[in-house]
């Protein structure tokens, strides 16, 4: 009977935990947390944000953040990430923030990164990319709790070369 | 055709990745790096190390560490791989390490922390569990280059409150 993919509970031979098993094949999916990874971007004294083009908070504003893919450092896929949503180049100088949601399963990690050019655009993802003073911000229009948390703990970091990152 | 899981590799609709497709039903298995959990745990100056019962390695020695797993945070994996590898009970005071290992997509996390009571013994994935001094840890049968990176971190951050983790 089509089972339509690893959707049935049960623990394999050798687990202590329940995992989707397939039933047409006996595929076992082993379910991992995802990482999510990101940037707070600078050119000087401003900040590379861009809106959202996609669902979730789709027109809410975050730093360029998500996914970490196969075959990559955490650093290059706040890097990809940067690239691909906001067009800018940049620099990792430090790790910002590791934010655990155990409720879905996923580990944010934001970067510190420096721009290397003050060129941005948004990305196939992004509605609109801008470098904003730190009053000019969307504050009121973020796509999500840690955008600001990120935001502030760089700016509480400013000028220092080390620092232990902030965690939830 | 009994495909036996997603084998297939094709770029779904929407997507700009080959990803594995299962033949027979169409689920598209999105894999992510993974994330890997541990710590350094102390008491006094002595250092918490396990005994691999399980291959890979097998017989060589770490710190407490293991596969996050779904509906935890970093730290609560960290010290539930203590509990279960060192039958110990400890506190996490800092992220010591974030070691990416691109070529097999997995981001290591070490922690530092501080153990609640000096008591420990092997867990089921441990030939044994023991507390060394640092001229006691057996340098010359560690499972991992990682293992010596994050205690030798730990050295030379102690006494200190607030660090930056490594990286690789």
């Not at 910002?96 to 949601?101: D, E, H, K, N, Q």
């Not at 509480?156 to 620092?163: N, P, S």
Request: with cysteine; hydrophobic share 40%; aromatic share 10%.
């Amino acid at each position: 009977m089509k089972s339509s993919g690893p959707i049935l509970r049960s623990i394999p031979e050798g687990d202590d935990r329940e995992r989707l098993v397939c039933g047409d094949c006996g595929f076992v999916l082993y379910e991992n947390p995802k990482i999510i990874v990101g940037a707070v971007c600078t050119w000087g004294d401003r900040y590379l944000m861009v809106k959202r083009a996609i669902e979730p908070r789709l027109g809410y504003w975050t730093m360029p953040i998500g996914y970490m893919e196969l075959g990559e450092t955490t650093e290059q896929g706040a890097l990809r990430e940067v690239w691909e949503e906001a067009r800018a180049v940049a620099e990792v100088d430090g790790l910002l923030a590791v934010f655990s949601i155990p409720q879905i399963s996923q580990v944010h990690m934001i970067y510190r990164a420096r721009m290397v050019t003050p060129e941005f655009a948004a990305g196939p993802e992004s509605l609109e990319a801008g470098l904003f003073g730190w009053d000019e911000i969307p504050w009121d229009h973020l796509a999500y709790p840690n955008v600001r948390m990120a935001l502030d703990y760089e700016r509480q970091v400013k000028g220092r070369a080390a620092f232990a990152p902030i965690g939830l």
